[in-house]
């Protein structure tokens, strides 16, 4: 993870103050050992949750990105570009009630295929000090676990749109919901220009109705297997940051028949819903390796799951004032059974220990 640039500038408003000030640094940080530990916390915090969004730059909203392609083709330095970011953002935050302390950190790396760039929204935290003659003092870290919004944008397919006008990947945008005021949030995702260009989602819940039909033309046994191992498989993926790959799961579900899955996942997805023909401009497109032919037909190959939805795949849950309730999916049907029209539950076969708790003087069968 090679880190090209880095650098941060302080931000703060007070909601009673009508002005946001900005405290711009004078020059880029050294790319060091500090500054790539950083950057490589920072990244797993941002692979890891589960708020992400995915898209691109709204054609409506050029601001952020006319900035960004000013700095990519050499028109202004990282440092005027991210100073500039800062003091407009600063500007949009004026005569509003909102909120913001802490630094806004911008860093790029390179990779093999493609240059990204970071943004995050950092806080501080006080915390205690030894120092040289072993005294107390107080000290400022960076509190990681506090970290707010962060967002990557693939340079690489930023640039291929600009010099082709077209949109090569819809995805090249990601925005990470984190830590803090959700109005602060919203504004950098709108002052940024990013819309959403991927529903996860329903994309998720289209893909898991589709493993329940495949489970259920297996025995029962093996049908729970299934499922848990494409549950697990797709979380696993999720966490690293990684795309669920219809290909690499089937392999995992089936090695016997390893393209099983796989096609049962393409023929479902035709059944419903039609498909877009395959455009000569389909045909020159780098992201056609993500999809499957079919005649005149395309489909994706590959899911970015949404965590939320797989979880609650295999297990329901929820809980108010009074009641907290978890149980298997595997459950519903069997040991448990709803009734939509009065919404209700009746459990059998309840937990020894529930039972202890209600019958204290029952004896344990």
Same mark, same amino acid.
């Given at each position: 993870?090679?880190?090209?640039?880095?650098?941060?500038?302080? !931000?703060?408003?007070?909601?009673?103050?009508?002005?946001?000030?900005?405290? #711009?640094?004078?020059?880029?940080?050294?790319?060091?050992?500090?500054?790539?530990?950083?950057?490589?916390?920072?990244?797993?915090?941002?692979?890891?949750?589960?708020?992400?969004?995915?898209?691109?730059?709204?054609?409506?909203?050029?601001?952020?990105?006319?900035?960004?392609?000013?700095?990519?083709?050499?028109?202004?330095?990282?440092?005027?570009?991210?100073?500039?970011?800062?003091?407009?953002?600063?500007?949009?935050?004026?005569?509003?009630?909102?909120? !913001?302390?802490?630094?806004?950190?911008?860093?790029?790396?390179?990779?093999?295929?493609?240059?990204?760039?970071?943004?995050?929204?950092?806080?501080?935290?006080?915390?205690?000090?030894?120092?040289?003659?072993?005294?107390?003092?107080?000290?400022?870290?960076?509190?990681?676990?506090?970290?707010?919004?962060?967002?990557?944008?693939?340079?690489?397919?930023?640039?291929?749109?600009?010099?082709?006008?077209?949109?090569?990947?819809?995805?090249?945008?990601?925005?990470?919901?984190?830590?803090?005021?959700?109005?602060?949030?919203?504004?950098?995702?709108?002052?940024?220009?990013?819309?959403?260009?991927?529903?996860?989602?329903?994309?998720?819940?289209?893909?898991?109705?589709?493993?329940?039909?495949?489970?259920?033309?297996?025995?029962?046994?093996?049908?729970?297997?299934?499922?848990?191992?494409?549950?697990?498989?797709?979380?696993?993926?999720?966490?690293?940051?990684?795309?669920?790959?219809?290909?690499?799961?089937?392999?995992?579900?089936?090695?016997?028949?390893?393209?099983?899955?796989?096609?049962?996942? #393409?023929?479902?997805?035709?059944?419903?819903?039609?498909?877009?023909?395959?455009?000569?401009?389909?045909?020159?497109?780098?992201?056609?390796?993500?999809?499957?032919?079919?005649?005149?037909?395309?489909?994706?190959?590959?899911?970015?799951?949404?965590?939320?939805?797989?979880?609650?795949?295999?297990?329901?849950?929820?809980?108010?004032?009074?009641?907290?309730?978890?149980?298997?999916?595997?459950?519903?049907?069997?040991?448990?059974?709803?009734?939509?029209?009065?919404?209700?539950?009746?459990?059998?076969?309840?937990?020894?220990?529930?039972?202890?708790?209600?019958?204290?003087?029952?004896?344990?069968?």
């Amino acid at each position: 993870m090679p880190v090209t640039h880095f650098i941060t500038h302080q !931000i703060n408003k007070e909601m009673q103050k009508p002005a946001a000030m900005v405290t #711009a640094t004078n020059a880029e940080a050294v790319i060091d050992d500090y500054c790539h530990l950083v950057m490589s916390q920072l990244k797993g915090i941002f692979v890891q949750r589960a708020s992400k969004r995915y898209g691109c730059f709204n054609p409506e909203v050029t601001r952020v990105k006319g900035l960004t392609l000013n700095w990519l083709n050499d028109q202004q330095s990282f440092l005027s570009w991210s100073k500039t970011i800062c003091e407009q953002f600063a500007d949009m935050m004026d005569n509003t009630e909102l909120e !913001i302390d802490g630094y806004l950190a911008f860093a790029t790396e390179e990779l093999a295929d493609t240059d990204k760039l970071y943004i995050f929204h950092l806080r501080e935290k006080s915390n205690l000090c030894l120092t040289a003659d072993m005294q107390l003092s107080e000290s400022r870290v960076l509190d990681f676990s506090n970290t707010g919004f962060g967002l990557s944008i693939d340079l690489t397919a930023l640039k291929t749109e600009q010099q082709t006008g077209e949109r090569s990947i819809e995805k090249y945008f990601t925005f990470s919901f984190g830590r803090g005021d959700k109005a602060i949030q919203k504004l950098f995702s709108e002052f940024t220009g990013f819309i959403d260009t991927l529903d996860t989602e329903q994309e998720t819940q289209e893909f898991l109705a589709i493993v329940e039909e495949y489970a259920s033309t297996l025995p029962e046994e093996q049908s729970i297997e299934t499922k848990t191992k494409v549950i697990e498989y797709c979380v696993e993926q999720d966490k690293q940051g990684e795309t669920v790959e219809f290909k690499t799961l089937s392999g995992q579900l089936d090695s016997s028949a390893p393209e099983k899955f796989e096609q049962f996942v #393409a023929l479902k997805k035709r059944e419903r819903r039609a498909v877009r023909p395959r455009s000569e401009s389909t045909m020159n497109d780098p992201d056609a390796s993500n999809e499957l032919t079919h005649g005149e037909s395309v489909i994706k190959t590959e899911l970015i799951p949404d965590r939320k939805s797989l979880k609650n795949y295999l297990r329901y849950s929820g809980k108010n004032k009074e009641v907290t309730l978890s149980f298997a999916a595997t459950a519903l049907g069997s040991d448990i059974s709803f009734d939509p029209s009065e919404n209700s539950l009746t459990i059998k076969n309840l937990p020894t220990r529930l039972l202890k708790q209600l019958k204290p003087d029952a004896t344990e069968s």
